[in-house]
């Protein structure tokens, strides 16, 4: 568990996400402390999702902030005004980010090894060497070694969640964000994928904002669980007291309906 005094590496202050009059987030406050492990639990269309795509600046936010070790990511406020940090800045946090999808998004056209060095190499400027020797390395941790010039196409679904994984830490993230990133595999495959983050989890200090519907992993991996509905964190607990003595009704009606 990371020292409840460590610094926050995400901040969510006053978060406001609308589309059109649909007001999906309302007004968010949260914090995740460097190193520590989130799982963001709630209903189909509580904002599970927009708040990830939010911290990958894939959503604009309507209004508040989200700082990023304690650096204001998208916006800040200058001299009472929110305003719009220049997109150079914001690009330099975003590396600090990564995130891995439901569909695993890998480019079809590139072998394995050019999907994982694409980023490092163009974002990054690490010389092609560098990044071809860490890949051979993240190919390892995910177990897929003997996959580097294979195409997705030849892949299995779990394999190609597993090099999108590869993908992501390839960038060195601070912050690992994953969406459901077993919703889209035959249920055969999704052991391999989770336990290949278990690893991750177990031997990085890497943060991670979860989302997935895999309460027995959530439970392992979390050290803590939020519960949303409607745009608003109604429980927050560790995951040993929020799965198995949530205090919200709520709570305890969303988990009896999904285990
Ligand atoms: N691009 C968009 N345009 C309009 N509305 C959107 C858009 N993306 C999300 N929404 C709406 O925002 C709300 C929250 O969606 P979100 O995808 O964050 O939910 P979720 O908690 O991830 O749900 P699920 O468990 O089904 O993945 C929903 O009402 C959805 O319809
Ligand atoms: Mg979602």
Do not use: C, W
Request: no cysteine; net charge negative; proline share 5%.
């Amino acid at each position: 568990m990371p020292a409840t005094d460590s610094a926050p590496v995400i901040r969510f202050e006053n978060v406001v996400k609308r589309f059109g009059d649909n007001t999906v987030l309302d007004n968010l406050n949260f914090e995740v402390r460097k190193g520590e492990r989130v799982t963001l639990i709630g209903p189909s269309g509580s904002g599970k999702t927009t708040i990830l795509r939010l911290v990958m600046t894939l959503e604009e936010l309507t209004d508040g902030y989200i700082y990023i070790d304690g650096e204001p990511f998208t916006y800040e406020e200058r001299g009472g005004k929110r305003v719009a940090r220049k997109p150079k800045d914001v690009a330099k946090v975003a590396t600090k980010i990564g995130m891995v999808f439901q569909q695993f998004n890998l480019f079809p056209n590139m072998t394995v090894m050019e999907n994982i060095v694409e980023a490092p190499v163009h974002v990054l400027g690490k010389s092609k060497e560098e990044a071809r020797q860490r890949a051979h390395e993240l190919l390892e941790l995910v177990g897929l070694s003997d996959k580097a010039d294979a195409h997705p196409s030849r892949l299995s679904g779990g394999q190609q969640q597993r090099v999108a994984i590869a993908r992501a830490l390839a960038m060195d993230p601070e912050i690992l964000l994953l969406d459901e990133v077993t919703s889209a595999l035959d249920p055969e495959l999704v052991g391999e994928v989770l336990s290949v983050l278990r690893n991750i989890a177990e031997t990085t200090n890497i943060t991670m904002l979860i989302v997935t519907h895999e309460m027995q992993f959530a439970q392992e991996v979390s050290h803590r669980v939020l519960m949303f509905d409607q745009g608003r964190i109604i429980e927050d607990a560790e995951p040993h007291v929020m799965f198995s003595n949530p205090r919200e009704p709520r709570t305890k009606a969303f988990l009896q309906a999904v285990l």
